[in-house]
C-alpha cells in the first residue's frame, strides 16, 4: 500500500495550501483593513473573493475533470496557487488584492473540489477513510505554521500584510512539481476512457504487485449507472465439486459462478431468509419499524458492519472474509501460460482476436477484462447449437470470464470483504424472465464475528460458505449485442462508451438522486454549524473574548496574542486530526459523526452560557478559549473531513465529478454566506447569539445522519453506488407502502 499512501500525501499538499491561505488571510487583514483603510464591506470582500473564486470554478470544474482528468486539473490548481501569491505580494491596492484572491479561490476550489475524489479513486478500500483525512490533517497543518508565521511578524515594528500573503507561492511550487512528476492519474478516470493499459500499471504502481485483474475488472463494473440491481443468497462451494461434462446431473437450481481470474470458479446453491443484508432489504430491521423517517439505505448498509470482524485501521479484512474460497479455486485444466489482457497477449492471439481494435498499437487494442477471448474459443470448441450448459462446461474448461495475470488462487478479492463474479442464466421456463450474462459482488455472511472464516457445513453437500449478492447486468453490457444471440458474454469495449462522458441525465437515475441528497444535505449543515466563519474570524473572537487578559503579563499585545493562540488551537488539532485517521476505518463515518456532533453541541452551549453570565474577564477569557479549542478539534474528527470523504464516495464513476461538483458548490455558497454573515451577526447578535444559532444546527445535523447517512467503511466504490440504487428502490418501496 506504500504506492497509494505516498500518492495520498502528495495529493493532499493542495488542502495544505489552502489551510494556509485561510489562516493567512485571518491574520493579514487586520494590517489589511489598517494599511488600506477599509471599510466593513471590503474587509469582507478581500476575505470572500477566494471563496467567490472556488465558488466559480466549482461550477464547471466537475464535468472538465470527467473529461480532461483528476491530473490535470491539479496542476491547473498548483500554477493558479503559485500565481495569486505572486500577485498577493505586488498588489498596490485593494482592486489588485481582490484579483489575487480571486486567482487563488480558484486554485483553492479546484483543491478542495478534486483531492477527495482522487484520493478515494487511487486508495485501496481498506485504508480509504484514512487516506482521505489526510487533506484534512494537511490543512490543518498548512494553518498551524502560517499561524507561527503571521504571529513571528507580528512581533516586527512594521508586519508586510503583503509578504504574509506572497509565502504561499512558495509552497505552491513543490504542489506543482509533485503533480507534474509524481502523481499518476486516477485508475478509474483512465478506465472509464477505455485506457486499460494506462490504468494497469498505474494500479500495479499503486498496488505494489503484478496482479491487479480482480480490481482491473471491478474499476470496469464501475463504469455503469443505475440499472435493475436485485439482492440474492447464495451457499458457495467448490467448483470441482462437479465434474465437467456432468453439469445437468446436477440440482437445476445449483449455478457457476466465475470469478476475476484465470481457472477461477464456484458453486453456488440459490437460498432465503439466511442474509442480514437480504433481511435488511426485504423487511428493515427493528430500528426502521421503531423509526419510520430513517432511509431503508442506513439499515443496509448497517446489515454489512454489524457483522463485520474488527480489524486494526487500515488491516486488511481479505485474511478474515472469503477464507474458504482460496480453497475452492477451480483447478479442472488450468491454462498452463498466464496470458494478460493486453497488446502482447492479443498479438499472440492473432486472427482469433475478434475486435475491430485489433492489430493497432493503442490502449483501443487492449481487450477489456470482461471481454473474454473464450467467446473465440466457443465458437471453435462448442457444436452448434450450444445450450448454456456445455456453454458453462466449456467456459470453465477454458478458465473464467476475465483473463488474470496473476497466478491461480493469487489475491482476488475487490477489498472489504467483497468478491466479484459472474454467471449465465438460462430464461425463465415460462420465457418471461431474461437470461443472459450478470454481475455479482459477494459478501460472505451467517456466521457470527468470532466464527468468521470458519466453514459452514451442510451435510452431505460438503464445505460451504454463505454469501449475500448485488447481482446486476454488467457495465458494458450491450443489448444490441445479446439480441444477435451471440456465444458468450455481449459486452462491448470501454473505449466504445467513453465517448458519451458525463451525463446530465444519469443525475435522475434513483440511486444518484439518493445519493445527492445526502452529499448536498451534509455539506449543507456542515457549512451551517459554522466551523469556516468563526476559523476565518478567530483572532477577532478571541480577541473580544478577552483572550489578551491571559498573555498581557508577558508583554504580548492583543493582536500577537490572538494569532498565538490560533496557533496553537490548530496545532492541537493535528493529533485529533491523527486518532480521527486511526478511527476512521475502524469505528467508520457515521459513529464517528454520531459521536463527535453532541461534543460540538456541548461546546458551543458553554459558550453561550459563558457570554450570558459573568465569570470575571480571566475566567471568560479562559472558558471562550476552552470551548472553542475543543470545538475545533471535535470537528476535525469528524464533521471536518467526514462530508468529503463520503460525497467522493458515494457517487458511481462516470458522474463523480459532475456529482462532487454539485456537493462542492454547495459547500462554497454556503461558505460564502457564513462568511458575509458573521460580523453582521456578531455585531447584532454577540457571540453568544451566533454560538446559540450553530448549536441548534449542529442538533439538525446529527438528527441528519442518524436518519439519512449510512456507513461506507471499506466497501469499493462501486459497491457503495451499487448500494445506493438498491437503496433508492427500497426507500422508493417504503413510501409507496
Given at each position: 500500500m506504500k504506492g497509494a499512501v505516498l500518492v495520498a500525501i502528495a495529493a493532499s499538499i493542495g488542502n495544505f495550501l489552502q489551510g494556509w491561505d485561510n489562516a493567512t488571510i485571518a491574520g493579514a487583514i487586520v494590517y489589511i483593513k489598517k494599511d488600506l483603510a477599509l471599510q466593513t464591506t471590503m474587509e469582507g470582500l478581500v476575505v470572500a473573493m477566494s471563496l467567490i473564486g472556488a465558488t466559480v470554478i466549482t461550477t464547471c470544474s466537475g464535468p472538465i475533470a470527467d473529461w480532461l482528468g483528476r491530473r490535470p486539473m491539479m496542476i491547473i490548481s498548483s500554477v493558479l496557487y503559485f500565481l495569486g501569491g505572486l500577485v498577493m505580494l505586488w498588489s498596490p491596492n485593494v482592486y489588485v488584492l481582490c484579483l489575487a484572491r480571486l486567482l487563488d479561490g480558484f486554485g483553492i476550489g479546484l483543491a478542495v473540489t478534486l483531492v477527495?475524489?482522487?484520493?478515494?479513486?487511487?486508495?485501496?478500500?481498506?485504508?480509504?477513510?484514512?487516506?482521505?483525512?489526510?487533506?484534512?490533517?494537511?490543512?490543518?497543518?498548512?494553518?498551524?505554521?502560517?499561524?507561527?508565521?503571521?504571529?513571528?511578524?507580528?512581533?516586527?515594528?512594521?508586519?508586510s500584510w503583503r509578504l504574509m500573503l506572497g509565502v504561499l507561492s512558495i509552497p505552491s511550487l513543490l504542489y506543482f512539481a509533485l503533480t507534474i512528476f509524481f502523481l499518476p492519474e486516477s485508475p478509474r478516470w483512465l478506465v472509464s476512457k477505455g485506457r486499460m493499459l494506462e490504468a494497469k500499471k498505474v494500479l500495479q504502481r499503486l498496488r505494489g504487485r503484478e496482479d491487479v485483474s480482480?480490481?482491473?475488472?471491478?474499476?470496469?463494473?464501475?463504469?455503469?449507472?443505475g440499472g435493475d440491481t436485485s439482492i440474492e443468497e447464495y451457499i458457495?462451494?467448490?467448483?470441482?465439486?462437479?465434474?465437467?461434462?456432468?453439469?445437468?446431473?446436477?440440482?437445476?437450481?445449483?449455478?457457476?459462478?466465475?470469478?476475476?481470474?484465470?481457472?477461477?470458479?464456484?458453486?453456488?446453491?440459490?437460498?432465503?431468509?439466511?442474509?442480514?443484508?437480504?433481511?435488511?432489504s426485504r423487511h428493515g430491521s427493528i430500528i426502521n419499524q421503531s423509526m419510520p423517517l430513517m432511509d431503508p439505505l442506513v439499515t443496509l448498509f448497517g446489515s454489512i458492519h454489524e457483522k463485520l470482524p474488527e480489524t486494526g485501521a487500515g488491516g486488511s479484512m481479505r485474511s478474515t472474509l472469503f477464507p474458504n474460497f482460496g480453497s475452492m479455486f477451480s483447478t479442472a485444466e488450468p491454462h498452463a501460460k498466464n496470458?494478460?489482457?493486453?497488446?502482447?497477449?492479443?498479438?499472440?492471439?492473432?486472427?482469433?482476436?475478434?475486435?475491430?481494435?485489433?492489430?493497432?498499437?493503442?490502449?483501443?487494442?487492449?481487450?477489456?477484462?470482461?471481454?473474454?477471448?473464450?467467446?473465440?474459443?466457443?465458437?471453435?470448441?462448442?457444436?452448434?447449437?450450444?445450450?448454456?450448459?456445455s456453454i458453462l462446461g466449456s467456459m470453465r474448461r477454458h478458465s473464467s470470464l476475465m483473463q488474470g495475470s496473476g497466478e491461480q488462487g493469487g489475491s482476488t478479492g475487490i477489498g472489504g470483504g467483497w468478491q466479484l463474479a459472474w454467471k449465465w442464466t438460462d430464461k425463465g421456463e415460462d420465457g418471461k424472465q431474461q437470461g443472459g450474462f450478470k454481475r455479482i459482488y459477494l459478501h460472505e455472511e451467517g456466521v457470527s464475528a468470532s466464527r468468521r472464516g470458519s466453514i459452514v457445513s451442510i451435510p452431505g453437500e460438503g464445505e460451504f460458505v454463505q454469501a449475500a449478492a448485488l447481482v446486476s447486468q454488467p457495465a458494458l453490457y450491450s443489448k444490441e449485442l445479446i439480441d444477435g444471440h451471440p456465444v458468450g458474454p455481449a459486452m462491448v469495449h470501454p473505449s466504445e462508451t467513453a465517448s458519451k462522458g458525463p451525463s446530465w441525465k444519469a443525475l435522475l437515475e434513483p440511486g444518484v438522486k439518493h445519493a445527492l441528497v445526502v452529499g448536498v444535505g451534509i455539506q449543507i449543515l456542515q457549512q451551517f454549524?459554522?466551523?469556516?466563519?468563526?476559523?476565518?474570524?478567530?483572532?477577532?473572537?478571541?480577541?473580544?473574548?478577552g483572550v489578551e487578559v491571559l498573555l498581557s503579563d508577558i508583554g504580548i499585545g492583543s493582536e500577537s496574542a490572538s494569532f498565538?493562540?490560533?496557533?496553537?488551537?490548530?496545532?492541537?488539532?493535528?493529533?485529533?486530526?491523527?486518532?480521527?485517521?486511526?478511527?476512521?476505518?475502524?469505528?467508520?463515518?457515521?459513529?464517528?459523526?454520531?459521536?463527535?456532533?453532541?461534543?460540538?453541541?456541548?461546546?458551543?452551549?458553554?459558550?453561550?452560557?459563558?457570554?450570558?453570565?459573568?465569570?470575571?474577564?480571566?475566567?471568560?477569557?479562559?472558558?471562550?478559549t476552552v470551548c472553542v479549542v475543543v470545538y475545533f478539534c471535535c470537528f476535525v474528527m469528524g464533521y471536518g473531513p467526514i462530508p468529503n470523504i463520503l460525497c467522493s464516495e458515494i457517487f458511481p464513476t462516470r458522474v463523480r465529478g459532475l456529482c462532487i461538483a454539485i456537493?462542492?458548490?454547495?459547500?462554497?455558497?454556503?461558505?460564502?454566506?457564513?462568511?458575509?454573515?458573521?460580523?453582521?451577526?456578531?455585531?447584532?447578535?454577540?457571540?453568544?447569539?451566533?454560538?446559540?444559532?450553530?448549536?441548534?444546527?449542529?442538533?439538525?445535523?446529527?438528527?441528519?445522519?442518524?436518519?439519512k447517512v449510512p456507513e461506507t467503511k471499506g466497501m469499493p466504490l462501486e459497491v457503495i453506488s451499487e448500494f445506493f440504487s438498491v437503496g433508492a428502490k427500497q426507500a422508493a418501496s417504503a413510501k409507496n407502502e
Amino acid at each position: 500500500m506504500k504506492g497509494a499512501v505516498l500518492v495520498a500525501i502528495a495529493a493532499s499538499i493542495g488542502n495544505f495550501l489552502q489551510g494556509w491561505d485561510n489562516a493567512t488571510i485571518a491574520g493579514a487583514i487586520v494590517y489589511i483593513k489598517k494599511d488600506l483603510a477599509l471599510q466593513t464591506t471590503m474587509e469582507g470582500l478581500v476575505v470572500a473573493m477566494s471563496l467567490i473564486g472556488a465558488t466559480v470554478i466549482t461550477t464547471c470544474s466537475g464535468p472538465i475533470a470527467d473529461w480532461l482528468g483528476r491530473r490535470p486539473m491539479m496542476i491547473i490548481s498548483s500554477v493558479l496557487y503559485f500565481l495569486g501569491g505572486l500577485v498577493m505580494l505586488w498588489s498596490p491596492n485593494v482592486y489588485v488584492l481582490c484579483l489575487a484572491r480571486l486567482l487563488d479561490g480558484f486554485g483553492i476550489g479546484l483543491a478542495v473540489t478534486l483531492v477527495p475524489v482522487y484520493i478515494s479513486e487511487t486508495a485501496p478500500s481498506e485504508i480509504r477513510g484514512s487516506l482521505n483525512t489526510l487533506p484534512q490533517f494537511s490543512g490543518s497543518g498548512g494553518m498551524f505554521l502560517s499561524y507561527c508565521m503571521v504571529f513571528g511578524m507580528s512581533l516586527s515594528p512594521a508586519p508586510s500584510w503583503r509578504l504574509m500573503l506572497g509565502v504561499l507561492s512558495i509552497p505552491s511550487l513543490l504542489y506543482f512539481a509533485l503533480t507534474i512528476f509524481f502523481l499518476p492519474e486516477s485508475p478509474r478516470w483512465l478506465v472509464s476512457k477505455g485506457r486499460m493499459l494506462e490504468a494497469k500499471k498505474v494500479l500495479q504502481r499503486l498496488r505494489g504487485r503484478e496482479d491487479v485483474s480482480g480490481e482491473m475488472a471491478l474499476l470496469v463494473e464501475g463504469l455503469g449507472i443505475g440499472g435493475d440491481t436485485s439482492i440474492e443468497e447464495y451457499i458457495i462451494g467448490p467448483a470441482d465439486e462437479v465434474a465437467d461434462g456432468h453439469e445437468h446431473a446436477t440440482e437445476k437450481d445449483k449455478i457457476r459462478l466465475y470469478g476475476s481470474q484465470a481457472g477461477l470458479s464456484w458453486l453456488a446453491k440459490p437460498v432465503t431468509g439466511q442474509s442480514s443484508i437480504g433481511l435488511a432489504s426485504r423487511h428493515g430491521s427493528i430500528i426502521n419499524q421503531s423509526m419510520p423517517l430513517m432511509d431503508p439505505l442506513v439499515t443496509l448498509f448497517g446489515s454489512i458492519h454489524e457483522k463485520l470482524p474488527e480489524t486494526g485501521a487500515g488491516g486488511s479484512m481479505r485474511s478474515t472474509l472469503f477464507p474458504n474460497f482460496g480453497s475452492m479455486f477451480s483447478t479442472a485444466e488450468p491454462h498452463a501460460k498466464n496470458e494478460q489482457w493486453d497488446e502482447e497477449s492479443l498479438q499472440r492471439e492473432g486472427e482469433d482476436y475478434m475486435s475491430d481494435a485489433a492489430g493497432g498499437d493503442s490502449d483501443d487494442n487492449l481487450h477489456s477484462p470482461l471481454i473474454s477471448r473464450q467467446t473465440t474459443s466457443l465458437e471453435k470448441d462448442l457444436p452448434p447449437p450450444p445450450s448454456h450448459g456445455s456453454i458453462l462446461g466449456s467456459m470453465r474448461r477454458h478458465s473464467s470470464l476475465m483473463q488474470g495475470s496473476g497466478e491461480q488462487g493469487g489475491s482476488t478479492g475487490i477489498g472489504g470483504g467483497w468478491q466479484l463474479a459472474w454467471k449465465w442464466t438460462d430464461k425463465g421456463e415460462d420465457g418471461k424472465q431474461q437470461g443472459g450474462f450478470k454481475r455479482i459482488y459477494l459478501h460472505e455472511e451467517g456466521v457470527s464475528a468470532s466464527r468468521r472464516g470458519s466453514i459452514v457445513s451442510i451435510p452431505g453437500e460438503g464445505e460451504f460458505v454463505q454469501a449475500a449478492a448485488l447481482v446486476s447486468q454488467p457495465a458494458l453490457y450491450s443489448k444490441e449485442l445479446i439480441d444477435g444471440h451471440p456465444v458468450g458474454p455481449a459486452m462491448v469495449h470501454p473505449s466504445e462508451t467513453a465517448s458519451k462522458g458525463p451525463s446530465w441525465k444519469a443525475l435522475l437515475e434513483p440511486g444518484v438522486k439518493h445519493a445527492l441528497v445526502v452529499g448536498v444535505g451534509i455539506q449543507i449543515l456542515q457549512q451551517f454549524s459554522g466551523i469556516n466563519g468563526v476559523l476565518y474570524y478567530t483572532p477577532q473572537i478571541l480577541e473580544e473574548a478577552g483572550v489578551e487578559v491571559l498573555l498581557s503579563d508577558i508583554g504580548i499585545g492583543s493582536e500577537s496574542a490572538s494569532f498565538l493562540i490560533s496557533a496553537f488551537t490548530t496545532f492541537l488539532m493535528l493529533p485529533c486530526i491523527g486518532v480521527a485517521m486511526k478511527l476512521m476505518d475502524v469505528s467508520g463515518r457515521r459513529q464517528l459523526l454520531l459521536t463527535t456532533i453532541p461534543v460540538l453541541i456541548v461546546s458551543l452551549i458553554i459558550l453561550v452560557i459563558g457570554s450570558l453570565v459573568n465569570f470575571g474577564n480571566v475566567a471568560h477569557a479562559a472558558i471562550s478559549t476552552v470551548c472553542v479549542v475543543v470545538y475545533f478539534c471535535c470537528f476535525v474528527m469528524g464533521y471536518g473531513p467526514i462530508p468529503n470523504i463520503l460525497c467522493s464516495e458515494i457517487f458511481p464513476t462516470r458522474v463523480r465529478g459532475l456529482c462532487i461538483a454539485i456537493c462542492a458548490l454547495v459547500f462554497w455558497i454556503g461558505d460564502i454566506i457564513i462568511t458575509y454573515s458573521l460580523p453582521v451577526m456578531l455585531g447584532s447578535l454577540g457571540l453568544g447569539g451566533v454560538f446559540a444559532i450553530y448549536a441548534v444546527v449542529c442538533f439538525i445535523s446529527w438528527i441528519f445522519v442518524f436518519l439519512k447517512v449510512p456507513e461506507t467503511k471499506g466497501m469499493p466504490l462501486e459497491v457503495i453506488s451499487e448500494f445506493f440504487s438498491v437503496g433508492a428502490k427500497q426507500a422508493a418501496s417504503a413510501k409507496n407502502e
